[in-house]
């Protein structure tokens, strides 16, 4: 049945006033030859409840974080999402518009993503922010190429304690375009400052690292800045907005370019996206930078209104010469972000951070009484990730496995991503959303699986 | 009354976060993390739930969508977003699931993307497809990047430009730019199609590939496609296919039959996911076996032993372009699009395209006397571009203005000015979900908008004048930049 209107008469009235007698005479523009003949080779339409059901049955083949004790972060995160974010982005006034190319018509999306602009700022200490990007990785690849734009330099480095997948997209990026990318060691749990003092030079586009960084561990940032910045190079932090709800704003330290994964401000995990890129920086790259922005401005009776601007920087303007050829953004995933940081507010923020800070070092604190479980980076400031070593010969991803058995997600086993950890290092996340009794469960199963 | 901001509505030490409370032994922040790491302030707004639900439920009533009205904006299928994919998206066993847990422990996911995957290459012909671009211009990119890795691989790395009708939508030449390509425009020939003559002098061994929209952005269809592929081929270049308009194309002629060897889908257009006022999207790539081997990482795959099939996130892929996306893509637009192919079957998704083409046509043919028809009036497919050349010279309303007036109908207006080639273009596509009676209703409209143009352009020159904001001043915005909401920036803590 599908969701198509005209019934056979209306297609009867319509072939008249159109003058044919048959559909077909409509396809004369494509070659007989052209011409799909037959059925495509799809399975049966399904009725609704058909459909529903066979869905459910297909979910019902994973196991989701609800019912499981999940401990996995590593860039998706799942924090509490209040019932509010999903109740106003389920409004088919926001979920089923386009982009607000005719602003007389897109108020609401404007002065939200507006809003989201504010928000952004207020969180990075930065000056602007676009309208969003894809997601944590592409924004960094966007950084990277706007600073070699800016600088007409071809080198980037990057600390290897940047996320394993977002290193990988932001050398996809700069190989096809012919750019050269450097990376910095980070054998402690942080990139290793003196690597990266040797590693920059006059040919540096910009440093970019992550803060917290891929292990949990805060940076020295001050230090990587200052690195950058002697070269001449721009300084990029990948951020994670959780974390700011208690760390020093990026622009206070001088960072020129923020980018972080927004997904962990009011979206669901969804087995990786959609997610949330965004991307703030310095009023000097007003005119460089990539992506939509919304402004605000007057009316023709001067009352207030917003509409998108610099937009001379766009593909569909300047085509080949745009700042990046991004269109379709992550508006309504934006949304989110915007209602989920309205509703937490300002010390809303700044309490999930903290309760993420405290149940984190509380589970740490549990995992390491285990006998032979320690720390992988002692000394390290983390604020929800943290790195164990399980005792020698015992491997991560095994253990894992057998305490998925019993409904726990253990964390990320990190050998493929770091063979240099060795077998049994383990990437822990704790977020607001597990109890006390949870993180001890967890303590047990992993004490019982290592017995 | 101009909506107040969020910020505007803040109260100090109003809440709307119900939180729990700490119930672990908790240690000082400042002593944990080092006092020079933590921030002093944070400028968010203090307000109520109540203040956050009606400041939204406000935006809200102030925001067009296809749930309101008709939407015939061209190029971007604004057609509706069935009800159903969102309940199946929101299913805890898709939405909840992490991206990086075991396999073994998402096999309900991954079957759905290799399924969605195959489904995608049926419906266009082509032999394997990706769902990791998030958005069309994603999908170009990554097309980019393995036509790039495709002539590099075959020694011929000096293949440095690719070729691009100037009717194409900007993010094609953007994209090839992006990848280091040259781009090199090529015009149109009197009938709104691509120029044989002008392809085959922009062809030669340099050349990379050549990009298309079919149907183009005209709303017609390239007849001459198997020529035109057969001709880039013959200096050994590759075709892309700028799959925005596939739409047109759904069940009656694909593109991997047409010659084409890449494309990209819209998700977020052909398959009914929702647009969310500008994304998410999800720009699915398509390729013949000659670009399987450089799709990116990790790709889906399917192995059976027995009668029991297990898919595997693949990595060790050593032709591939590399990775795109932070995992796996838009995977919860692919239970939209899924759930949605999964309900029209064959039969269902060719009425698609057939009902999308004749809706065009039917206004095509009704308003041909009341505007001008770009290109003569020809058989549209599943758009139509009007020129309002006629109104221009009569008294000097455009496109813009006629665009402007039909809000004050409560429709929203066609696209403006794009195809660039088209002057005073209204790019008009209805969707076939539209019914005749909706599409009667915009028709008539459109004709009384057509005598008011006549009988008094000052009407439409001023138009909007029944929306909560009149046009709006573009250069004022840029002149007098405002990108974020000041005060609470310089607000005294």
Redesign the interface.
Known sequence: ??????TDT??A??FE???IES?D???????E????KG????????S?YG??R???N??????????TL?F?G???Y?H?R?T?V???M????????????????????L?????Y???I???TGMD??N??M?????SLAEAA?MATNILNRDEIVISASV?P??R??V???L????YTLVTVEATSGATDVEALRTAVTDKTAAVLFQHPNFFGS?EEVQQLVDIAHGAGALAVAAVDPTS??????PG?YGVDIVVG?GQGLGS????????LGFFACGKKF?RSFPG??????????G?????M???TR?????????T??????????A?CA??Y????????????A??C???S??CLTKLTEIPGVRAAFPGA?F?KEFVILLPDGKDATQV??SL?SQGI?AG?PLAGYYPALGSGALLVCVT?TK??ED?DSFASALAAALA | M??Q???EK?RRG???????E??????D?AE???A????TS??????S?L???R??????????????GF?P?GS?T?????K?N?????????????????EE?????L??IYELQS?LA??CGMDATTLQP?????G??LA??MV??YHAERGEAHRNIVVIPDAA???N????????FK?KGIPGNDSGRTDIAALEKALDGNVAAFMLTNPNTVG??E?D??RICELVHSVGGLVYCDGANMNAML????PG??GFDVMHF?L?KTF?T????????C?AVSVKKILEPYL??PHVVKSVVGDQATYTLDANRPQS?????????????A?RAY?Y????????????G??A???A??I???LADHYEVAFDN??C?HEVVLSATRQKVQSGVRAMDI??RL?DYGL??P?NY?PLIVPEALMIEPT?????Q?LDHFIDVMIKIAEEAKDNPELLK?A?HN????????T???K??????EP??TATE
């Open positions: 049945m599908g969701y198509v209107s005209n209306d297609r009235e319509m006033a159109i003058g559909f005479e409509l396809l004369a523009p494509i070659p030859e052209l011409r799909f059925e495509l080779n799809l399975p049966s339409a399904l609704e459909i529903v066979l869905m459910h297909l979910s019902s083949k994973n196991s989701p974080a609800e019912g999940s996995l590593a860039g998706s799942d509490f209040p509010v999903s109740a106003i389920s409004r088919g006034e926001f979920m089923t518009a386009y982009t607000p190319y005719q602003p007389e018509l897109s108020q609401g999306m002065q939200t993503i507006y809003e602009q504010t928000m700022c207020a969180l602007i922010s309208a969003s894809y997601d944590a990785a592409t190429l996320h997948n977002y990988e997209v050398e996809t990026y190989r096809w375009t012919g805060l700011l709800g208690l760390l020093k704003p206070e994964e669901p995990m969804g087995y990786g996206g959609p997610l007003l939509r922005v919304v402004g605000a401005t007057i009316d023709q009776q009352r207030r209104g917003y509409t601007t610099l937009r766009e593909q569909d303007i300047r085509r080949e010469k745009a990046s050829n991004i269109c379709t953004n992550q508006a309504l995933i949304l915007t209602v940081m309205a509703e937490l507010g300002k010390t809303g923020l700044s309490t999930v903290d309760l800070l405290q149940k070092h509380y400031r604020v894992a496995s998925h997600l990320l607001e109890t006390r993180i | 101009p909506h901001t969020i910020f803040s109003r809440t709307g976060a119900n939180l729990p700490c119930d672990v032994p908790r240690v922040a944990t993390l080092g020079g790491a933590l921030r944070l400028p968010l707004p203090e307000v739930e203040d956050v639900v400041h939204f439920t406000g935006l809200s009533h102030r925001n067009y969508s296809i749930d309101a939407y904006l971007c604004m057609k509706y977003n069935p159903v969102e309940k199946t998206a929101a299913m805890p066993g898709f939405a909840g699931l992490h991206p990086l847990q075991p422990t998402a096999q309900g996911a079957q759905l489904m049926e419906i998030s958005a069309g211009a994603h170009e990119l980019m990047m790039k890795a939508h900007g993010t030449p953007a994209s090839a730019a992006r990848c280091n781009v017609l269809f007849s496609i198997r069940g009656l002629t694909r039959d047409m819209n977020h009914s929702p647009h969310g006022g500008g994304g998410p999207g720009g990116p990482t372009i590399g990775r795109i996306h932070s995992f796996y893509g838009a995977f919860l637009l239970v759930t192919i999964r309900t029209l079957g064959a039969r269902g998704i060719r009425e698609v057939e009902n083409v004749l809706n046509n039917y095509r043919a009704r020809q058989v497919m665009s402007k809000m929203h207006p696209t794009f076939e979900t539209e019914s005749k909706t001023t909007p929306t909560v904001v009149s046009r709006l001043d573009e004022y915005a840029v007098n930049l405002d990108l974020r909401y609470i920036f």
